[in-house]
């Protein structure tokens, strides 16, 4: 099966009571049970069964298989945001005194992730570029995981998974990816090596912008070492699936972070689009970053363009596509906040990955707690608009660009 039909048609579609083609949504709490002995057997997970939806619930299980056939994953848990995601997908692997080599032009709250982290002994080393140059050489004995986004959100950086993931294999670290800003549509990391990887499903995966959401995916092919990987220690006996299973019975169920049911049916019915909507959100970024291009004084990034340094890691490992962002300098602050004044259809919001084109001034709002450097690693400038691109007919979006930059002159 292809992307779309298997989106639609896929074997974790269907199999619903009465039929139902999408889940109906279990909005519910607890489970009740005929008896005491059925009940011993559900919680101890000798049993399939529903026992508090704190630690499972059936429309957040449909969620779940749905990510994990898309992903080509082993098994996936859904939790409240993308922040819990990777929060939980880092922490289920790391004790006091481990350290995690990442991007440093990472999405601004990983970012401060990784500085919360630092009080509970978590050291980050930053790389400016997750590639094989870069983090070779700080891998040392306490480095537990690398971690990088697939597509940098805002920087637009793209990470070789396949090359990081085989560097990291051979230290006997895992690779853990945040793949929100490319989906499952342009590429699925851990077919290339990547060992976990975690989405805002907020974004791309919902599509509609109408749910705060993010998803773990286990791809259990890592050869854990238990005796270097004290955190998994409990779950030797699982071997590769000792990850998955640590997270679901252990951190995941105490840190509370599960999603609502409610949310879960919104990201169902949302992503059965998003073959469509990528491919519609991938056609107008790529029309608007060369209109944009074309504009004397403004300078673009996006990935399709001719000079971007990325361009053929995007056509080998993207599918030829450069996803749904692009972000460009205006020349100076009040320039940019011109601009984004005029817009007449663009929404001026955060978020990315939503139907509606929004646009952002990131330096004042989303990097404000950020260094001059912090900002810089992600491509953040005083002047930078990050352009989260919708499915808006393209001639009306290159029109309302055109017009709001004509007139911020
Ligand atoms: C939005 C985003 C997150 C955080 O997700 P939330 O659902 O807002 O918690 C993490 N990583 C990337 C790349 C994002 O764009």
């Known amino acids: 099966m292809d992307f779309n039909t298997k989106l639609l048609h896929g074997k974790t579609s269907g199999d619903y009571p009465y039929g139902a083609t999408v889940p109906p949504i279990s909005q519910v709490s607890a489970f009740r049970y005929e008896s005491a002995e059925e009940q011993e057997r559900v919680f101890n997970h000798k049993a399939a069964g529903f026992a508090y939806s704190r630690v499972g619930n059936p429309t957040v299980a449909a969620f779940e298989q749905r990510i994990n056939e898309l992903e080509g994953g082993s098994s996936a848990t859904a939790c409240?945001?993308?922040?819990?995601a990777i929060t939980l997908a880092l922490l289920n692997i790391l004790c006091?005194?481990?350290?995690?080599?990442?991007?440093?032009?990472?999405?601004?709250?990983?970012?401060?992730?990784?500085?919360?982290?630092?009080?509970?002994?978590?050291?980050?080393?930053?790389?400016?570029?997750?590639?094989?140059?870069?983090?070779?050489?700080?891998?040392?004995?306490?480095?537990?995981?690398?971690?990088?986004e697939?597509?940098?959100?805002?920087?637009?950086?793209?990470?070789?998974?396949?090359?990081?993931?085989?560097?990291?294999?051979?230290?006997?670290?895992?690779?853990?990816?945040?793949?929100t800003t490319a989906t499952p549509y342009l590429v699925n990391p851990l077919r290339l090596g990547a060992?976990?990887?975690?989405?805002?499903?907020?974004?791309?995966?919902?599509?509609?912008?109408?749910?705060?959401?993010g998803v773990i995916v286990d791809g259990a092919s890592f050869n854990w070492d238990f005796d270097k990987f004290r955190a998994l220690d409990s779950c030797r006996k699982f071997g590769p699936m000792a990850y998955s299973i640590r997270l679901r019975t252990d951190l995941w169920e105490n840190f509370g972070v599960c999603l609502s049911p409610f949310n879960a049916f919104m990201n169902i019915v949302g992503m059965e689009t998003l073959g469509l909507r990528m491919e519609k959100i991938c056609s107008n970024a790529d029309t608007l970053a060369h209109v944009l291009d074309d504009i004397p004084g403004l300078s673009v990034n996006y990935l399709t363009l001719k000079g971007n340094p990325y361009k053929e890691l995007a056509y080998r490992q993207l599918n030829g596509k450069g996803g749904g962002i692009l972000t460009f300098r205006a020349g100076s602050k009040e320039k940019a906040f011109r601009i984004l004044d005029n817009l007449r259809y663009v929404v001026r919001a955060s978020n990315i990955g939503d139907l509606r084109t929004l646009a952002i001034h990131p330096a004042s709002t989303l990097y404000i707690k950020s260094t001059d450097e912090q900002?810089?690693?992600?491509?953040?400038?005083?002047?930078?608009?990050?352009?989260?691109?919708?499915?808006?007919?393209?001639?009306?979006?290159?029109?309302?660009?055109?017009?709001?930059?004509?007139?911020?002159?």
Do not use: C, Q, W
């Open 96 to 148: 006091a005194g481990d350290e995690i080599i990442a991007g440093s032009g990472l999405y601004g709250g990983s970012i401060d992730l990784f500085e919360d982290l630092a009080r509970f002994g978590i050291r980050t080393r930053y790389v400016r570029h997750v590639n094989v140059e870069e983090v070779e050489p700080l891998i040392n004995e306490h480095t537990r995981l690398i971690y990088g």
């Open 195 to 213: 060992d976990v990887t975690v989405h805002s499903s907020s974004k791309y995966i919902n599509g509609g912008g109408n749910s705060i959401s």
């Open 150 to 179: 697939v597509i940098g959100n805002p920087g637009l950086d793209v990470m070789d998974v396949k090359a990081v993931a085989d560097l990291a294999h051979s230290y006997g670290i895992p690779l853990i990816t945040d793949s």
């Open 80 to 84: 409240s945001s993308g922040m819990s």
């Open 375 to 409: 900002r810089e690693a992600a491509g953040v400038y005083d002047d930078t608009i990050r352009v989260s691109v919708g499915i808006e007919d393209i001639d009306d979006l290159t029109e309302d660009f055109e017009r709001a930059i004509k007139l911020a002159e």
